[in-house]
């Protein structure tokens, strides 16, 4: 009876994305596979312009896969997490030579491949191959919260919801792939964290949280604690031709393999120990700090809030930068060089 409910409401109601297959369309594992790694903490509104950027420049697995890594970073910056990038790029090409092109139907083979996790492989699976699979997001964990009324708090009660979930996702399942995502459509656009709209709740007459009358107050979630904070400087360095000097992040790190304005270490204190670039010892520079408050940015990440303070230099011997990290970009180009949005908030603060 829930499944049928959710089936019907599902075929007239369903999100026209541009990751689904049309009626009479065949679903395209590529596309579903990008789309579920740019989701990944992202949303639906976010992700939308950069999947069909992606999928007009490399229509294909294989074309992402022979696209250099750098080109891929570029075209992601502004997503966030970037590590999922650099995934996406080597699951690319993992795909393309061990493969033959081909994407695995089944959870345990699509796990071993990288930037693939537990749910996104069950959501490739249900969605791709229309196989059974359990595929639980945030949305599916409130919907099936309110559902069963689960009193205890999120994030601890994460395996019970999933064994909740998993009572409608058995193999019995007709249509895993529009159940899966019917139950994130539900969660999406008429069970929303705040003011469901029960009204045109297709399971209405199922849910207990409905019959309380507080749906509003499920998942039931634990304090949140405080994030910690993180202190810095950004380096603006010119070379007095215009030019801005930029690196490339190291691979393992935050921001990895991407390009940024040099930065000292990111520290819980704040401190004047690191004001001026740890790698002027090549270059010769002259440093002019930016008045603290004028040329200050705050940024969040998702385990720490990071402040960091603008310094400004001019280099009188630009040639001797360590080429295999550093390079310069000339002012004008700076915003489209691929930065991610930490270091174009400090460009535009510098620019104001
Ligand atoms: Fe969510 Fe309301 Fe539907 Fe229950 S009735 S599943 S709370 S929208």
Redesign the pocket.
């Known amino acids: 009876m829930f499944r049928d409910a959710l089936l019907s409401w599902y075929d007239a109601h369903r999100r026209d994305l541009p990751w689904r297959a049309r009626d009479g369309e065949i679903v395209d594992p590529y596309r579903v596979w990008l789309s579920e790694i740019m989701l990944q903490q992202t949303t639906v509104q976010a992700v939308k312009a950069y999947f069909l950027k992606f999928i007009g420049r490399w229509p294909t697995v294989q074309d992402l896969a022979a696209a250099p890594q750098e080109d891929v970073l570029r075209e992601w910056a502004g997503l966030g997490y970037y590590a999922r990038a650099r995934n996406l790029h080597r699951c690319a090409q993992v795909i393309s030579a061990e493969r033959g092109g081909i994407f695995p139907a089944d959870v345990e083979e699509l796990k071993k491949l990288p930037g693939i996790g537990a749910y996104t492989a069950a959501a490739i699976t249900a969605i791709a191959f229309d196989k059974p699979a359990t595929v639980v997001d945030a949305n599916v964990e409130r919907?099936v919260s309110?559902?069963f009324a689960v009193p205890e708090e999120l994030p601890f009660i994460k395996p019970r919801l999933r064994v909740l979930a998993d009572l409608f996702s058995a193999d019995r399942v007709d249509r895993p792939g529009d159940f899966a995502q019917g139950m994130m459509d539900?969660g999406a656009t008429?069970?929303t964290p705040k003011s469901?709209?029960?009204i045109f709740?297709p399971?209405?007459a199922m849910?207990r949280?409905?019959a309380a009358g507080n749906?509003e107050s499920?998942p039931r979630k634990a304090p949140k604690k405080e994030k910690p904070q993180k202190y810095g400087y950004f380096y603006w360095i010119t070379d007095g031709a215009g030019r801005i000097l930029l690196e490339r992040r190291p691979e393992s790190g935050m921001l990895g393999g991407m390009p940024g304005l040099p930065t000292s270490a990111w520290e819980e204190k704040i401190t004047n120990k690191n004001k001026f670039w740890r790698e002027s010892g090549c270059l010769t520079v002259d440093w002019d700090c930016l008045s603290q408050n004028a040329h200050t940015i705050r940024h969040s990440f998702t385990h720490f809030d990071l402040t960091l303070e603008g310094c400004q230099g001019n280099a009188r011997n630009p040639e001797k930068i360590p080429e295999d990290r550093y390079f310069w970009v000339d002012k004008d180009s700076i915003l489209s060089a691929g930065l991610p949005t930490l270091f174009l908030k400090a460009v535009k603060i510098i620019r104001k």
């Open positions: 919907v309110r559902l539900l008429i069970c469901p709209r029960c709740c399971v209405r849910c949280a409905f749906p499920y």
